[in-house]
């Protein structure tokens, strides 16, 4: 008996049979359920949920047609166990209409196929924000640069933006720059703003704001003189004022001060002694003995002790090549 004929009588049989739960025929599983295409910046994922059978692997399938063509396509989602399929594709294009539809499979066990809604990727995916990699500040201007990953020639650009303690917005036109310009604004101020995309293939596919960031404009060139100009103003009143307080102090405790800055001074009395005594002659000898190969550059009369020992170490330091024998024999 031909196949066709076994199956027409198991329906017949079937039909005659009173209908049982989905979930547990064995000839029939349940469709996969929940069935959403995701799709953001050109990025497309069909997912389900999972079909749930007492043992076995259940595998999927997924097909698509389009609105020209009447028969379905595979794509790389045949026989698989995962419960998603990513139809980025570059075959697919992106102003095509296209309807998917996925089904589940246990051995010889076959679910319906589930359709999608029709899909068309330039209206149905969500553009991103762009990502702002910078934002340049001038004394009266924010200066935004950013980058959007999908190549895309129709793609453009729009920043909200409003000044952080007021909240009353503004929008800059739509532009297919990925620098924008927030012009007229006041300097030292912290502005706030939001950037959005969107491509124009159909309509326009107008893509969700980004996160808010906020950022401070600069301070203008007289501003930042005018600030030099107050620290100047400042320092040289300090000055003035140390001065001024400083004479004062000083005319008050006219005594006490001239006590610190006048000590008499005393040579200590050893010195003194050491100078009158033995230093002179040494001297006058060294003299003598260096004058006829290693005259003196010059030589000063001495009035405090330090000054005349410090000469003599000097003296000694400088001819002890030249008359080493001498220094020797004074030595001794
Ligand atoms: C389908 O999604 C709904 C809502 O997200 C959820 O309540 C339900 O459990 C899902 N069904 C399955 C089979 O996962
Ligand atoms: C599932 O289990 C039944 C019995 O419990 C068995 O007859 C059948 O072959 C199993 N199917 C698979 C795919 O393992
Ligand atoms: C299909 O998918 C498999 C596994 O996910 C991968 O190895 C293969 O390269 C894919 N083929 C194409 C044409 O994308
Ligand atoms: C998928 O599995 C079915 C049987 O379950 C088989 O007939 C078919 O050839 C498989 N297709 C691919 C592409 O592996
Ligand atoms: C889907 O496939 C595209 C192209 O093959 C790839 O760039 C992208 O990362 C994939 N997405 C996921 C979620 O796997
Ligand atoms: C795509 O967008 C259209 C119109 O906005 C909508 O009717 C349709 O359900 C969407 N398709 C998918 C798969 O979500």
Known sequence: MPRPGAAL?????????PEPPAAESPLQLPTPQ???IYSYNYQ?????????????SVLYTVQYNTLACDWWEEINCTNITKTECNFTDPDIKRFWTITLRVRAELGQVKSDWVETNKF????????????????????????????????????????????????KQHETEWTKNTRIGLLNLKQLTV??????????????NIGPLSKTKCHKTAASGAMRAGFVVVIFVAATVTVVI???????FIQKFHQVVKYWFQPPFKIPPHIGEYLKGAEMPVLEELQNNCAEEDPWDSLSVFSSAEESQSLVSD?????????SRSIESEKT
Do not use: M
């Not at 009588?9 to 049979?17: A, G, I, K, P, Q």
């Not at 980058?147 to 909240?167: A, F």
């Not at 140390?242 to 004062?248: D, G, K, P």
């Open 315 to 323: 003296t000694l330091n400088t001819n002890v090549h030249s008359n």
């Open 120 to 167: 068309v990727a330039d209206k149905n995916t969500t553009i991103g924000p762009p990502v702002i990699v910078n934002v340049d500040s001038t004394p009266d201007s924010l200066f935004l640069n950013f980058l959007h990953t999908v190549k895309e020639d129709t793609l453009q650009y729009l920043v909200r933006y409003w000044e952080q303690s007021t909240n």
């Open 242 to 248: 140390l001065a001024i307080v400083c004479f004062l």
């Open 44 to 56: 497309n994922l069909l997912t389900w949920a999972p079909v749930k059978v007492d043992n076995g």
């Open 34 to 36: 929940n069935v959403t």
């Open 191 to 204: 502005y706030c703003f939001q950037i959005r995309a969107k491509v124009q293939v159909f309509d326009d």
């Open 9 to 17: 009588l198991l329906c017949l049989v079937l039909l005659s049979l």
